[in-house]
């Protein structure tokens, strides 16, 4: 693949590293935490699938965490990311565990790469850091390969656990007055990092002006929601583990209720 020869000094501002880290990338205390993220990984991955291309860009990779599990299946993966202090921690990953990855400093709005130049594009939980969303898709279809795939995940802000967690906490209110100002952000609200609060409606709608749905997922129902997790970690971690699994598995057959939707697409 090729580099653009030339690029225009990028007018979109750098997001802090420290506001990534507090507000999108939750501390794991509990067990449904651990196995949200765990099956968000396997499941998204699961799509970015040897025979449709070696060739993969991971748009806002991050840490390099889903990078890394790319580059040891094999894949030849090109990693965009805006924060030079997620690229070094992300090489550092990748050195200690013997992988490589193509690391890119820019942005997805302005993706400094050749048209139709990588076979996938992975687009997990980061589509709504975007300033501009729609130029964001169709920089990721001007870089993707005729029939090539293009895999995007994100949160759902309409999902069951939000409507539940509203209703606790409106009837906390009534009961005990307004929370506190050092209250942990609640899941209907989006971390101030985020621009575009995104449901499975618009997601759908938004991705299907660019790219050809072929199928739509969910990934987890009341992830973190209110008493929920208590619950969960009070049983045995095999109990947890299989009630937890046939919330995965309905939430697989309702994305618009499911906290995040996944959706499969082809660059028609």
Not at 236 to 264: C, F, G, I, Q
């Amino acid at each position: 693949m090729e580099m653009k020869k030339s690029q225009k000094r990028s007018p979109y501002n750098r997001p802090r590293l420290e506001d990534f880290i507090e507000e999108t990338i939750p501390p794991i205390r509990h067990v449904d935490t651990e196995i949200f993220f765990r099956r968000v990984t396997e499941e998204t991955l699961g799509f970015i699938q040897s025979q449709h291309g070696p060739l993969v860009l991971d748009i806002a990779s991050g840490m390099g965490i889903d990078s890394n599990i790319l580059s040891s299946r094999a894949f030849k993966v090109i990693a965009l990311e805006p924060m030079a202090a997620m690229i070094d921690y992300s090489r550092k990953h990748h050195r200690k565990n013997g992988h490589y990855a193509m690391h890119l400093e820019g942005y997805a709005e302005e993706i400094p790469l050749r048209d139709e130049s990588v076979d996938q594009v992975l687009c997990k939980g980061s589509i709504d850091h975007f300033i501009d969303p729609r130029t964001a898709l169709a920089e990721m279809r001007r870089v993707l390969k005729p029939q090539g795939r293009f895999v995007m995940a994100a949160a759902n802000y309409d999902s069951l656990t939000c409507h539940y967690s509203r209703l606790v906490d409106i009837i906390k209110k009534i009961k005990y007055g307004p929370p506190p100002p050092d209250a942990p952000r609640p899941h209907y609200e989006m971390p101030s990092d985020h621009v575009t609060r995104f449901n499975a409606r618009l997601l759908r709608n938004m991705v299907g002006e660019f790219f050809e749905i072929q199928r739509e997922t969910g990934i987890g129902i009341l992830w973190g929601a209110p008493y929920f997790n208590a619950i969960w970690d009070r049983l045995s971690r095999a109990k947890a583990e299989k009630w937890l699994n046939l919330l995965y598995d309905t939430a697989r057959h309702l994305p618009s209720l499911a906290d995040m939707t996944v959706l499969d697409c082809v660059k028609a």
